[in-house]
């Protein structure tokens, strides 16, 4: 792989399969490849809600998430590029036969790797997975899904409080801060062990 330099800064140098660096990318709202990034707002650590399907235990034993550059048609889904959005620190929850069963905190930035089948380039975050002991169902949750999930972008839940097809999600602050205080109630030792979800409890 060669490096070129930026076409629109003229400045910072880029593998030569970037259509420009990140500076220039996020100025517009790009990512890395120059597609379209959604943006998320959250009062401090970003908090995401991930719906792995079949490769909840394989990412989940491997301590990260991961989601392709772009689909068969060549585009790149919200909720894959969210995996730029993900910084050190930031929380995701983890959905699995609707409900929540694990809390993960991020220990890296995005980074590309190979790591789904050697083959494809994905972005790849690493995380520190915390197995939840007393999982909880989301549905008994709808009315505060229905209630602010409509108010934000790239929420995990539709209109109706159904869990959306994709990947990784933004989760609104007072969303995550039900279903924290909801898991810490019925697991009690949780903060202790994710002592992170402090931060969003009273949220
Ligand atoms: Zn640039």
Redesign the pocket.
């Known amino acids: 792989m060669g490096w070129k330099k930026?076409p629109?800064?003229d400045?910072?140098y880029i593998n030569d399969d970037q259509e420009?660096?990140d500076?220039?990318a996020n100025k517009i709202g790009l990512d890395s490849r120059g597609y379209e990034k959604p943006v998320v707002k959250h009062k401090g650590r970003n908090i995401f809600m991930v719906f792995q399907g079949k490769e909840y235990s394989r990412e989940l034993k491997g301590g990260y998430i991961s989601a392709p550059y772009k689909d068969a048609g060549g585009n790149s889904p919200s909720h894959w590029a969210m995996l730029e959005n993900v910084k050190p620190g930031d929380i995701i929850f983890h959905g699995l036969s609707q409900c929540i069963s694990a809390i993960s905190i991020a220990t890296t930035n995005y980074f590309t790797s190979k790591i789904q089948d050697g083959i494809t380039e994905v972005r790849q975050v690493n995380c520190k997975p915390y197995i939840i002991n007393k999982t909880i169902a989301t549905s008994k949750y709808l009315d505060e899904i229905l209630l602010t999930c409509s108010n934000y972008k790239y929420q995990p839940f539709d209109k109706n409080g159904n869990g959306r097809q994709g990947y990784l999600f933004d989760l609104n602050d007072e969303l995550a801060g039900v279903f924290a205080r909801a898991l810490a109630q019925k697991n009690p030792d949780l903060v202790n062990k994710v002592p992170e979800i402090i931060d969003i409890l009273e949220n």
């Open positions: 930026c629109q800064c400045l910072n420009m660096c500076v220039c």
